[in-house]
């Protein structure tokens, strides 16, 4: 993990890592904490098909993923589904209509330093296949794929393939 040097406070270059959560300064008794961040993830399904979107950039590029992304300060796991739905996939939901799953942790890691997440997982089903026009900065690619034929080994994040390792025994 990418190290912080100098503290924010007095500017020294003091600052201790304690190599979990929290930096600290012995100079001026400065202390800054890396909590747990929240993030979702919606499993969106017609029958026995969930939506995936392959990741067009870091970290994994390439990779499938869930649609979803981190909750904003201020904003409810169910906002922030509904939001990262549409900003990902232009899809405008039912915010009653998510099933709340399961959390799983994860370290999602950017730029060298690594964030340690709970993921809260929805499902949410659709009526109808839909596709959507992607924005490729994001997205490079958004397929449906029947449960039964799901790659774990082609999914992004650890967190989702253990996920879908529960998921596809309970289905």
């Known amino acids: 993990m990418k190290l912080?040097?100098?503290?924010?406070?007095?500017?020294?270059?003091?600052?201790?890592?304690d190599g979990e959560k929290k930096w600290s300064c012995p100079k001026c008794d400065f202390r800054l904490y890396n909590n747990v961040a929240g993030a979702v993830a919606v499993v969106i399904r017609y029958g026995d098909e969930i939506y995936l979107t392959r990741r067009n950039r870091d970290p994994k590029k390439g990779k499938l993923d869930l649609a979803g992304g981190f909750v904003d300060p201020k904003?409810?796991?169910?906002?922030?589904?509904?939001r990262?739905?549409?900003e990902e996939l232009q899809l405008d939901i039912d915010?009653?209509?998510?099933?709340?799953v399961t959390s799983l942790p994860n370290v999602y890691q950017y730029k060298e330093i690594d964030y340690n997440t709970i993921d809260l997982f929805y499902e949410y089903h659709v009526p109808e296949k839909f596709e959507v026009n992607l924005e490729l900065s994001e997205i490079s690619e958004?397929?449906?794929?029947?449960?039964n034929a799901l790659d774990l080994?082609?999914?992004?994040?650890?967190?989702?393939?253990?996920f879908f390792k529960e998921y596809l025994k309970n289905i």
């Open 4 to 17: 912080l040097k100098y503290c924010p406070s007095c500017g020294k270059e003091t600052l201790d890592w």
């Open 75 to 82: 904003e409810s796991a169910e906002e922030a589904s509904k």
């Open 84 to 86: 990262e739905l549409f």
């Open 95 to 100: 915010i009653s209509k998510l099933k709340y």
């Open 142 to 147: 958004a397929v449906w794929i029947p449960l």
């Open 153 to 162: 080994d082609d999914i992004a994040f650890d967190s989702q393939k253990k």
